[in-house]
């Protein structure tokens, strides 16, 4: 009896065992996700004749951030994943908001698709970033956590700039006293 429920425990302890096995690619596939969510509710939020905007001269607009998101996404999650990213037409930053706000959900939805499969076991893997020096698989991982972070944290001020709150802004703090 004790042998049967000795084996039944470990069998149940399996699926555990297995998913704490990529805790760094499980955590970077959760804040893909959770990034994907807040730039494209951003996306969603801002009003068509806002996508023009920009603070300075200097700044790229909100459709420019789009863009530029939308191409990192492709050319970073595939990289990462091991896998081509694919064909797309070319968008503007100044194409209409449907346009960009569809492009950045296929972005993000390949991104989706193209970390399914990865595992901290080849984190030291050493992969091509863009016409730079290789890096591993594990520092464009956090270059990439980064670079959404930082984009995001901008379209959180042109949108705070424009009297609009962001979409991490509306959720309820949850902060225990």
């Known amino acids: 009896m004790?042998?049967?429920l000795s084996i039944l425990l470990a069998v149940a302890a399996m699926p555990a065992l297995a998913a704490a096995q990529n805790p760094v690619s499980d955590a970077f596939r959760a804040i893909a996700a959770s990034d994907a969510?807040?730039?494209?509710a951003a996306a969603e939020d801002?009003?068509?004749d806002k996508y023009g905007y920009k603070p300075t001269p200097a700044q790229m607009t909100f459709g420019a951030i789009m863009v530029h998101l939308a191409q990192g996404n492709d050319a970073l999650c595939g990289t990462i994943g091991g896998v081509k990213a694919p064909e797309r037409s070319k968008v503007a930053a100044t194409d209409k908001k449907e346009v960009l706000v569809a492009r950045l959900k296929e972005t993000f939805d390949f991104c989706n698709s193209a970390l399914a499969n990865i595992s901290d076991a080849n984190l030291n893997e050493e992969l091509p970033f863009f016409e730079g020096p290789k890096m591993t698989r594990a520092?464009?991982?956090?270059?990439?956590v980064g670079d959404w972070a930082d984009h995001y944290s901008q379209v959180a001020n042109y949108m705070r700039l424009n009297g609009l709150l962001p979409p991490t802004a509306k959720k309820p703090?949850?902060?225990k006293k």
């Open 2 to 4: 004790l042998r049967r």
């Open 37 to 40: 969510k807040n730039l494209v």
């Open 46 to 48: 801002v009003p068509a």
């Open 139 to 144: 520092r464009m991982e956090l270059l990439t």
């Open 173 to 175: 703090m949850n902060m």
